[in-house]
């Protein structure tokens, strides 16, 4: 019989589905369901860093901060403290009624007090923490580097408070995605590139002061945004995945595997089993899954691990590491396959 368990960030697994971070897996009985029908692991919903300032400035206007330095000080601080209490308390609840891995996710955009929050999460009993970063590069006169510097900054910063293992859930709108792989993903005596300003000077000693992510999430989905051309607005456009947006995600998992210093997780367009499948095939070592939940049900977390065992008796596979990978660029016989988008030849081929 087809054994799914496998491992993730040193962490070891039944089964490679992680129900991923959504209001689904936001309370207790949401976990306790996804534990119950059957993840490896649960990705707890996201806490964000605009609710720890909302609720930091509601405990300000409490006082007359323009005139009391030290108080304002003493609310912003308490505001920071008191924000993530609940989810804390979600962490500790979640570790003593299941027995999957818990991944505690924080939605961030700068680096403040993450390192701290990171710690208190470690603490409360997380087995991981993914930092799932969204940076919307507005601003004309931001430039590329100092955006992925924004992301190495958050990393730096969180591996040095805590010990568990960290991920990082990104976007694919990088100018070179290739190079922000191995630049976050690979431990180092020095920092990153063009990143010394903030980590300091390089090393001589050899010694390892800056830790590479643990794994790369590939890739978020972002909100979509759509215009109702009756009312005249902003809306929002379907929030569900598809099967077809699966493409990209198993593009950059096929040029990735086997290059960079941590695991990779496939997401966005994973429905089924053979779109899981289709990741491990990449190179992916668990496969996140949110939209076919919503639009199956959690008894599809099941029916996903039916249709991979299926699969692999067909082929006869034992273990998921007999294949991850076998698809992958650093594997295959013609690599420059995996580059090409193959425009000419597909048109040349239907006309």
Wanted: charged share 20%; with cysteine.
């Amino acid at each position: 019989m087809a054994d799914l368990s496998t491992s993730y960030m040193g962490i070891q697994l039944t089964n490679p589905i992680v129900v991923a971070s959504s209001s689904l897996t936001g309370s207790l009985d949401g976990v306790r369901n996804c534990a119950a029908a059957g993840a490896g692991a649960i990705v707890l919903k996201s806490m964000f860093e605009e609710q720890i300032a909302a609720e930091t400035r509601q405990l300000s206007s409490y006082a007359e901060l323009s005139e009391h330095g030290e108080a304002y000080d003493y609310l912003q601080g308490y505001g920071m403290e008191l924000g993530p209490q609940d989810y804390l308390q979600l962490v500790k609840d979640a570790k003593q009624a299941v027995s999957v891995p818990i991944i505690a996710s924080l939605n961030c955009v700068s680096s403040d007090r993450w390192a701290d929050y990171a710690a208190k999460l470690e603490a409360a009993g997380a087995d991981a923490i993914e930092l799932n970063v969204g940076l919307m590069p507005t601003r004309a006169k931001q430039l590329g580097p100092d955006i992925v510097d924004q992301y190495l900054q958050i990393l730096h910063r969180v591996k040095k408070q805590a010990k568990i293992p960290v991920a990082m859930k990104v976007g694919p709108y990088f100018t070179s995605f290739a190079n922000f792989a191995d630049r976050i993903s690979h431990d180092r005596a020095e920092a990153p590139a063009y990143s010394v300003g903030w980590f300091g000077r390089n090393n001589e000693t050899g010694e390892i002061t800056w830790r590479g992510v643990d794994a790369l999430v590939l890739f978020n989905r972002f909100y979509k945004l759509d215009i109702d051309v009756d009312k005249l607005e902003l809306v929002h456009g379907n929030p569900y995945s598809s099967s077809e947006e699966i493409h990209y995600t198993l593009r950059w998992l096929s040029l990735l595997s086997g290059k960079v210093g941590c695991d990779l997780a496939g997401n966005t367009g994973i429905h089924d089993g053979r779109d899981a499948v289709k990741a491990l095939l990449a190179g992916a070592k668990v496969v996140q899954i949110c939209s076919t939940l919503y639009l199956n049900g959690l008894e599809q977390i099941g029916k996903i691990q039916e249709q991979m065992e299926a699969w692999m008796d067909e082929h006869g596979y034992r273990k998921l590491a007999d294949f991850r990978g076998q698809l992958s660029q650093v594997r295959s016989d013609q690599p420059k396959d995996f580059e090409r988008l193959q425009y000419i030849k597909l048109f040349s081929d239907v006309y």
